[in-house]
């Protein structure tokens, strides 16, 4: 295949399980991160590290220019380790934004290194009230008494970035709460759970379809639609990753 793909967030929940999927498909993998001592684990994997800050935005529009890469995965998150209560709403500022200024610095990039393809993870517990299932046309929550509104907000602007980024085939894929290995729940959790490994299937499938939109990525339940992930990614919540290939 011999297509290049930067991962950013390549060590995170999803971005650790991605990598060897993507590496097993036959593209080069670039993973990113901030921190020197995780390149080691990155080249267990199969992927190139390249540590680099996403907020340093000139560090990392070098970075990408030097690998040019067909495809950029967007996993970054900024969460405290098994999403500790005491630690959250600190997080979910730093979270916003890596979500805002972090992706508009991920995009530009992208677009500078000449990138065809973007996949970038969002959330789908951020609808604003009304009938259920929720689906990827239903609007998102911008009440200003909610406690989601800064979530909320960031998450648009994620999506804006992507989705608006001219050159690049953009998709957005709005996960549900995650659970399984590297999460901080071994078993499903929250309205509209998915698991790690199905996931980072999407974010596979996402770039094997050209995909192009929001798409829900979430177990089937009453509370949010993934059905046009299944129509249009052939995705499948019950898909985990084959023995052997995440260590």
């Given at each position: 295949m011999n297509k290049k793909i930067f991962v950013a967030g390549a060590t995170g929940a999803?971005?650790?399980?991605?990598?060897?999927?993507?590496?097993?498909?036959?593209?080069?993998?670039?993973?990113?991160?901030?921190?020197?001592?995780?390149?080691?684990?990155?080249?267990?994997?199969?992927?190139?590290?390249?540590?680099?800050?996403v907020f340093d935005a000139a560090a990392l529009d070098a970075a990408l220019k030097r690998i040019a890469p067909w495809g950029v995965v967007h996993q970054l998150t900024d969460l405290p380790q098994n999403l500790d209560p005491k630690l959250m709403a600190e997080a979910v500022v730093r979270n916003a934004r890596l979500r805002v200024e972090g992706t508009r610095n991920l995009v530009a990039a992208a677009q500078g290194a000449g990138a065809r393809r973007l996949v970038?993870?969002?959330?789908?517990?951020?609808?604003?009230?009304?009938?259920?299932?929720?689906?990827?046309?239903?609007?998102?929550?911008?009440?200003?008494?909610?406690?989601?509104?800064?979530?909320?907000?960031?998450?648009?602007?994620?999506?804006?970035?992507?989705?608006?980024?001219?050159?690049?085939?953009?998709a957005v894929l709005r996960y549900g709460q995650l659970y399984g290995p590297g999460t901080s729940s071994a078993e499903p959790?929250?309205?509209?759970?998915?698991?790690?490994?199905?996931?980072?299937?999407?974010?596979?499938?996402?770039?094997?379809?050209?995909?192009?939109?929001?798409?829900?990525?979430?177990?089937?339940?009453?509370?949010?639609?993934?059905?046009?992930?299944?129509?249009?990614l052939e995705w499948n919540a019950a898909w985990r990753v084959p023995q052997g290939i995440v260590q």
């Open positions: 999803i971005g650790a399980v991605l990598v060897p999927l993507l590496v097993e498909a036959g593209y080069t993998v670039y993973g990113g991160t901030r921190r020197i001592d995780r390149a080691g684990a990155l080249e267990a994997k199969g992927a190139h590290p390249v540590v680099v800050d970038a993870q969002s959330i789908a517990w951020v609808y604003a009230p009304g009938a259920k299932p929720f689906t990827e046309d239903m609007p998102l929550d911008q009440d200003p008494e909610s406690p989601r509104r800064i979530s909320a907000d960031a998450v648009i602007s994620l999506e804006r970035s992507v989705l608006g980024a001219g050159d690049m085939v953009g959790r929250g309205a509209s759970p998915v698991h790690a490994e199905a996931a980072a299937w999407a974010a596979v499938l996402a770039l094997r379809h050209a995909a192009a939109g929001i798409f829900n990525i979430a177990e089937d339940s009453a509370e949010v639609s993934s059905e046009k992930a299944k129509r249009e």
